[in-house]
């Protein structure tokens, strides 16, 4: 086990990743965009990821080796507290390293299907979806809604609440901030074509 020094900074990031999209086992992309109800069930978790660069500036810069790591904070007496661990895989220096780390208990997320409209002779569908999540928390905190468009690699958002940042040919974020014992929510719609 190898142990680093103090003061390295890692990032608490927040993802509400609302779509349980695991339980059906499709690899057809034909079978993902016939099935009516896919991607309406609601994960309510929105998990907490631990991000820092492996670099020298942050007290590290060297190959890590593949292993557990563990995250302390110091609270407001400056007692150091645990606040989660994971495991990395091999990882040279000057990577940027992204770690799971539970899931909070204060902040959770809300995803319903609010409109769908599928037209099989034309090749196109509409599909609206709600995300709300909630703060429980007595500060401000930014999370990311990430949104998998997966019923076809034709798509566009015609409709949304919120600005997004695309991340990959299906893959969309919106990045929000929520107010202390707040909520947020974010509605859009996207046009499938095929």
Known sequence: MTNFSAGIHAQRLFIYDGAQTAQYGYYNPDQIRGDVNYGTASNPKVWVMEEFKNSENNHLGMALPKGKLRFYRRDTDGHLEFVGENTIDHTPKD???????????????????????VDSNQHWMDESFEIRIRNHKKDPVDVRAVEHLYRWTNWKLIQQSSEFNKKNAQTIEFPVTIAPNGERVITYTVHYSW
């Open 95 to 117: 990577e940027t390293i992204r770690v799971y780390t539970g899931n909070a208990f204060d902040v959770v997320g809300e995803r319903k299907r609010t409109n769908y409209h």
